[in-house]
T-cell receptor, first 115, second 111 residues
Framework: AQKVTQAQTEISVVEKEDVTLDCVYE???????LFWYKQPPSGELVFLIR??????QNEISGRYSWNFQKSTSSFNFTITASQVVDSAVYFC????????????FGTGTRLQVFP | DVKVTQSSRYLVKRTGEKVFLECVQD?????MFWYRQDPGLGLRLIYF???????EKGDIPEGYSVSREKKERFSLILESASTNQTSMYLC??????????FGPGTRLTVT
């Protein structure tokens, strides 16, 4: 069965701190896709990244970086030098190649960045 | 930029009313989706469509129907709204290798 676990319900940091949001997934498929979304207070889900299971290279986009480790079934997200505007709920999600239209979401991690 | 728009940000309807939630995307995406988001339950897939006039049930289709007459538009219909359909409704679209990208959401209250 597919499952996405975001064990951290809420994280609070002070601006300029680095913060890592954890995501652990379960799937029986060898081909799958992993996603991260940001949901600010306005409610819109903002797409951040999509990664397929064959690409284990870490990715960096500005202050954001993602660490994909198949050995531990994890796809963690790090924000470097956090800012108040990073305050949001962050969701990790999984879809399997045999049913790419069905995303399984984690329960989300609420990040609060204080000035 | 990918743009997914939804007809209303906030909607208040009465029990028993027929409700239409509209979603439009401007990226020529084949696949479109409707999710609802509830505290403690996360995001759940209601319906999705992979082509015009095609639809597939998601995890919680009961009480809902959908319509996709044009590629860019995907409508969610509540035939007879009930209070347990009070929720945040999120539309999304994707194409092969891209997305899905979500719209801003419609917060529906059924009284």
């Amino acid at each position: 069965a597919q499952k996405v676990t975001q064990a951290q319900t809420e994280i609070s940091v002070v601006e300029k701190e680095d913060v890592t949001l954890d995501c652990v997934y379960e799937t029986r498929d060898t081909t799958y896709y992993l996603f991260w979304y940001k949901q600010p207070p306005s409610g819109e889900l903002v797409f951040l990244i999509r990664r397929n299971s064959f690409d284990e290279q870490n990715e960096i986009s500005g202050r954001y970086s993602w660490n994909f480790q198949k050995s531990t079934s994890s796809f963690n997200f790090t924000i470097t030098a956090s800012q108040v505007v990073d305050s949001a709920v962050y969701f990790c999600a999984l879809s399997e190649a045999r049913n790419t239209d069905k995303l399984i979401f984690g329960t989300g991690t609420r990040l609060q960045v204080f000035p | 930029d990918v743009k997914v728009t939804q007809s209303s940000r906030y909607l208040v309807k009465r029990t028993g009313e027929k409700v239409f939630l509209e979603c439009v995307q401007d990226m020529d995406h084949e696949n479109m989706f409707w999710y609802r988001q509830d505290p403690g339950l996360g995001l759940r897939l209601i319906y999705f469509s992979y082509d015009v006039k095609m639809k597939e049930k998601g995890d919680i289709p009961e009480g809902y129907s959908v319509s996709r007459e044009k590629k860019e538009r995907f409508s969610l219909i509540l035939e007879s709204a009930s209070t347990n359909q009070t929720s945040m409704y999120l539309c999304a679209s994707r194409s092969t290798g891209h997305g899905p990208y979500f719209g801003p959401g419609t917060r529906l209250t059924v009284t």
